[in-house]
């Protein structure tokens, strides 16, 4: 049998392009499969804020009592981080059995690298034995593999302009690919407090049960806890979720909704939304590692994602420097994303990524001097995330702030033997 590796290399080789923007290929695939979820499932769509919601919901029913199983994408590091299976990744073997499952009933049908391990993860999860799935989209909804299953309750967190050429160039056109993942009669979360009309309307066309935030559901908070009312429930005094960032109580709040949503099928108590909101982890996602210089980590790579890292960098105080590693592939408003930052951060360490559609760090780098006005601002190329995170730490001194982010590529880049632990230069023996 093929090792992961070995499926994975398969896939690329195989179709290493879209073929075309239909489901039917991959709903052919899972019907020969016998590929069925019969528990609850929760589709998640959005711009920004997908991980962090998954990562929530799968906190609070672990700490509920629920077997979870939860796909998101893309890695940071290894492919199995795409797959967690009662709060676990499991085995390469295992992922390889249902590559290999796919493979078997794929006979000549085409499949996309994603449609090929969506199946596969799909299949994994079928057989696990779950109380509750949570499916992160990868791109859009409407067209993405995951929308072969029909949820019991969509989700659609903030939506901004990412993927422009494949998804639209305005909110309402991104957000009706969003509201794709939605089902008629079928109960809804909208978390974004400014939703595109075309996701409304959409609903409504849809007969589907929206919640939307501001009118179904709304939250509050001052600087010690936080309260959340929807359609009759309400909880009070909550600490604020373990993710930081301003943004995480959106993220939060509509997960609530959610839970009211699911409620008939996967009741939970108030003692487990408190517990997972203290435990829930996830790696990247403005994630501040204590050291000397103290170490920044976020995948925001849009700017609406960037605005947010900007606004939790400033909440943060103040430090003496800060410098940042930012690579980033090609296709995004790189200007605007650089705008954002260039009153934050001192010293810049552009880096090359291990992908055709990167932006180069020379081409980062120029695009940063065209729009830097700062006069008292350095900046570097670099060849990989780690050498350019290398450069940052050999510049900084132990009171500074280093800010790795962009690309998931950028931020898996420096975590490939684990979180760095940073010490300053008067610590080292």
């Not at 906190?59 to 199995?80: N, R």
């Not at 390469?92 to 993860?121: K, M, N, P, Q, W």
Request: aromatic share 6%; hydrophobic share 45%; charged share 20%.
């Amino acid at each position: 049998m093929k090792t992961l590796s070995e499926w994975l290399a398969h896939c690329e080789q195989l179709h290493p392009q879209a073929i075309d923007l239909g489901l039917d290929r991959v709903r052919q695939v899972a019907q020969r499969m016998n590929l069925r979820l019969t528990m609850p499932v929760i589709t998640v769509a959005g711009t920004n804020g997908k991980g962090s919601t998954c990562a929530l919901l799968e906190a609070i029913y672990l700490q509920a009592g629920y077997k979870t199983g939860v796909y998101t994408s893309p890695h940071l590091v290894h492919f199995e981080e795409r797959c967690r299976l009662v709060g676990e990744s499991p085995q390469a073997e295992v992922f390889a059995s249902a590559f290999a499952c796919v493979e078997g009933a794929r006979h000549d049908t085409s499949l996309t690298y994603f449609e090929f391990s969506t199946l596969a993860i799909l299949k994994m999860m079928s057989d696990a034995g779950l109380d509750v799935v949570i499916l992160e989209v990868g791109l859009g909804g409407r067209l993405d593999a995951v929308n072969i299953i029909d949820p019991d309750c969509a989700i659609i967190t903030s939506i901004d302009l990412d993927h422009t050429a494949l998804l639209g160039t305005d909110r309402d056109s991104i957000g009706l690919e969003k509201a794709g993942i939605m089902r008629a009669g079928q109960p809804v979360v909208i978390s974004d407090p400014m939703p595109p009309e075309s996701v409304v309307k959409h609903a409504q066309a849809l007969g589907a049960d929206a919640w939307l935030l501001g009118k179904d559901f709304n939250f509050s908070g001052d600087q010690l806890q936080w309260s959340w009312a929807g359609r009759g429930r309400r909880y009070s005094g909550l600490a604020y979720p373990a993710l930081r960032g301003a943004n995480q109580l959106l993220n939060a709040s509509g997960v609530l909704a959610a839970l009211e949503v699911m409620r008939p099928q996967l009741p939970v108590t108030a003692q487990a939304i408190r517990n997972g909101l203290a435990m829930v982890e996830l790696t990247g996602r403005f994630q501040i590692v204590p050291g000397e210089p103290v170490l920044v980590l976020d995948v925001a790579h849009n700017p609406h994602s960037v605005a947010a890292l900007a606004a939790n960098l400033d909440a943060m105080g103040f430090y003496p420097t800060t410098h940042a590693v930012f690579g980033a592939m090609a296709d995004k408003d790189l200007d605007s994303m650089l705008k954002k930052l260039l009153p934050l951060v001192d010293a810049w360490y552009f880096t090359d990524l291990p992908l055709p559609r990167a932006c180069t760090a020379q081409q980062l780098a120029a695009d940063w001097a065209a729009l830097n006005t700062r006069k008292d601002v350095r900046s570097s190329v670099h060849e990989s995330p780690q050498k350019a995170l290398d450069a940052a730490i050999l510049a900084a001194d132990p009171t500074d702030r280093i800010l790795v982010f962009g690309s998931f590529y950028t931020v898996g880049g420096v975590l490939q033997q684990g979180i760095p632990k940073l010490h300053a230069k008067h610590l080292r023996n």
